[in-house]
Every structure is written in C-alpha cells, then in structure tokens.
C-alpha cells in the first residue's frame, strides 16, 4: 500500500509531466485542427514548472498538490490553466491527511477535482472536452474502488482512454472547438487527451 505524502504526489505530477513533454506535440497537433494549437506547448511549460517543485518543501500531499494546482493557473495560458488548476485546487483540498493511500481517500480526491472542472467550464460529457475523459474515468475508479487503489486506477486510466476516442466523432459544443461546428467532427479532444495522460500517471505512480 501506497503512503500518501508530497513525495508521493511529486512522483505523480512528474510522471505525468514527462508523459506531456513527449506528447507535446501530439497536443499541439490536436489543438491545430480544433484550436489555437498551443495546448502542448502550455501544458508542457506549466508542468515543467510543476515538476521543478521539490516534495522537500511541502509538510504533506495535500500542500504539495495545491502549490501544483496554483502553479498552473499562473503558468498555463488559455482554458487549461484555469481547469487544471482548479482540479489540482479541489483535489487536494478533499485529500485528508498523509498516511495509508486508501480508494476512498483517493476517490475522494478524484471527485472533488472532477466537480471543480463541472463548476469551472460547465461542460457535460459529450461536450467534447476533459470532461468526456475525466468523469469516466472518476466513474471507472469509483466502481472498481473495492479491488484496491492500483486496480481502481488501471480501471480509470482505461475508461480514460475509451472517454478520450470518445471524442473522435463528436461535434463540440463547449470550448474554441465549438466554433467550428460540424468541421469540429473527427478530431480528437486535446483536453481529453492530456487528461487521459494524467490518469496513466497516476496508475503508474500512486498504486
């Protein structure tokens, strides 16, 4: 079992940090054909700055993932910034204590960071967006919660990844993608794609 602590939630954010440096320009191309083709390129500069935090300097996970949540929303230009941040924000403020790394504490956590990006953007799944990778994922750990954290998180990275081809055929109704109406159709979602990538993270790191 998995002990919550900044040293823990650092290797989770620099995993996925790496993740986004390697898919930088997969998120860009993405972004290209629905957006304004920066999203590899301020996800990949805030996480960056996220993972230059030290663990060392956090009493506990919760304080850890905030600073990262803050960091974000100063770092990262357009939507992202804001609705990361705001997950990272809501995520550790449903965390609890450091300690045993539990399916409730961490489902907790998850639903709370989902809830804040529902409040924040106004998006519901089908939308085209984080959401339609996000909530299926929440939904995914949530259900498998009693096999244990890994087998939670394998279960929500996968969910995931089907939510984010999801969202290959849909016509975007939120975000600068709705713009383009119908020609929005046949692209993947960037924000389902990196958020897709934040959950891998953290089934390869907090299990």
């Avoid at 941040?85 to 907790?108: K, N, P, Q, V, W």
């Avoid at 279960?155 to 709705?178: E, F, M």
């Amino acid at each position: 079992m998995s002990q919550l602590n900044a040293h823990l939630t650092a290797a989770w954010l620099s995993d996925f940090a790496a993740s986004v440096a390697v898919n930088a320009d997969l998120l860009t191309e993405l972004d290209r054909q629905i957006g304004d083709a920066d999203h590899g390129s301020n996800m990949n500069r805030g996480m960056q700055a996220v993972a230059a935090l030290s663990a060392d300097d956090f009493a506990d996970a919760a304080s850890h993932v905030k600073k990262a949540g803050m960091t974000l929303v100063n770092t990262v230009g357009g939507a992202s910034g804001p609705l990361y941040g705001t997950f990272m924000l809501r995520f550790a403020g449903a965390l609890g204590d450091d300690g045993e790394l539990t399916t409730e504490a961490l489902g907790a956590a998850l639903r709370a960071g989902l809830q804040g990006i529902l409040d924040r953007g106004k998006a519901s799944v089908g939308d085209k967006t984080m959401v339609d990778a996000l909530t299926p994922a929440v939904e995914a750990f949530e259900a498998a919660s009693g096999q244990g954290v890994q087998a939670a998180l394998t279960a929500a990275a996968q969910a995931a990844a089907s939510g984010r081809d999801s969202t290959i055929p849909l016509v975007a109704r939120k975000g600068r993608a709705s713009y383009l109406g119908e020609r929005s159709a046949g692209h993947q979602d960037p924000g389902a794609t990196s958020v897709t990538l934040l959950i891998e993270s953290a089934a390869r790191t907090l299990g």
